[in-house]
């Protein structure tokens, strides 16, 4: 019986990244449940209390204000250098890029561009939600407020709802949307949470963010995540449509239906095309190559004669001996054709 091979973890890493030899039959696809249409409604309920609660001035902008004087980038200045760089987690170049390569990888081992169109989908209803929003609210940031107490609405700003708090949560939670197991959602949707909310409370940190513009970021995320099922049979119109471009494209140009050469026979409508020689023959080649050899021109009913012994070739053929003369043929001689003269009789 024979025993398995030890391997070391960095063998059973190589092993997991290897591509499957096919496509997954189940691939785990969210759906528009109940339940999510339950989430869906009361994150929407909570955006809107949001906008509201800005527009009328409210306590929660009297909270941004205070929490503007508090300056938290003066009251722990030792954490600053940490978070300048922690807030690229909510920037959309750099993540997108991370998320995509992770992604990019998994379309590829999976042979499917569900992931990456996905990732793609998530991004464009952001760019266009959360930009309309920042654009039709126009609200300046806390470094640009002219007016203690004010909502800093309608002023040409770009900072309601918050991109950065945005972003974080939908590159991030795409990841657990995409999750093929129960058990990788839950970890990737804990991660999401708690990078998102790092990212978020970081602009209010560095005074770059009211703490209302964090909370808008925060359920714009959210609601494209949950939306993200409606969207599924686009994707899967898309993914459709590439792969049928891709086949076509590379039928025509990688070399799978060679074109014919100009004077040959098509393949399927006349014989079947051969590859050239590897070398052109010669003249005298072609000229025999050209006539019809005798087989072919014997008709049909004549058999060809066989021999009933084989005969030597001319190399084969035993030399006469050096002493033996030639005689001349005899006029006289009866024979048969091509058969031994008869000797003459002595005395005749």
């Known amino acids: 019986m024979g025993t398995e091979p030890n391997l070391t973890r960095l063998d059973r890493l190589f092993a997991r990244l290897d591509r499957e030899q096919q496509r997954p039959e189940q691939l785990h696809v969210p759906r528009m449940s109940r339940h999510r249409i339950a989430l869906f409604g009361a994150t929407l309920a909570f955006y809107a209390t949001i906008v509201v609660a800005v527009i009328t001035t409210s306590w929660l902008v009297r909270l941004d204000w205070q929490l503007m004087f508090f300056r938290p980038y003066q009251q722990w200045p030792e954490i600053h250098a940490y978070l300048d760089y922690y807030v690229v987690l909510g920037q959309r170049g750099p993540t997108a890029v991370m998320v995509a390569a992770w992604l990019g990888w998994r379309s590829w081992r999976q042979h499917t561009l569900r992931p990456l169109l996905a990732l793609g989908a998530s991004l464009l209803l952001l760019n266009l939600t959360v930009g309309a929003a920042k654009i039709g609210m ?46 990788a959602r839950r ?35 959210v609601l494209i995540l949950l939306a993200l099922p409606w969207f599924e049979p686009m994707i899967n119109w898309a993914e459709a449509r590439i792969l049928t471009a891709r086949d076509l494209l590379w ?43 005798a087989q072919q021109m014997r008709p049909a009913g004549n058999r060809p004669h066989v021999a009933q012994c084989p005969h030597a070739g001319r190399t084969e053929r035993p030399s006469p001996p050096s002493s033996a003369a030639r005689r001349p043929p005899h006029s006289g001689d009866r024979g048969q054709r091509g058969g031994p ?3 003459p009789v002595a005395g005749g």
């Open 341 to 343: 003269s008869p000797r």
């Open 187 to 221: 970890h990737l949707s804990t991660l999401s949470a708690v990078v998102s909310l790092g990212v978020g409370l970081t602009t209010v940190y560095l005074g770059t963010h009211w703490l209302s513009d964090v909370l808008l970021g925060w359920a714009a995320g």
């Open 138 to 183: 126009g609200r300046l940031g806390p470094h640009y407020a002219t007016e203690i107490g004010a909502n800093e609405m309608w002023q040409g700003g770009d900072i309601f709802p918050s991109g950065h708090t945005a972003n974080a949560v939908v590159t991030w939670g795409i990841l657990a949307y995409l999750a093929a197991t129960p058990r």
């Open 251 to 293: 039928s025509r140009w990688g070399g799978r239906l060679p074109l014919p050469r100009p004077g040959a026979a098509t393949p399927g409508r006349g014989t079947p095309a051969q590859a050239d020689p590897p070398t052109a023959p010669s003249a005298p080649a072609e000229r025999l190559a050209a006539e019809p050899s």
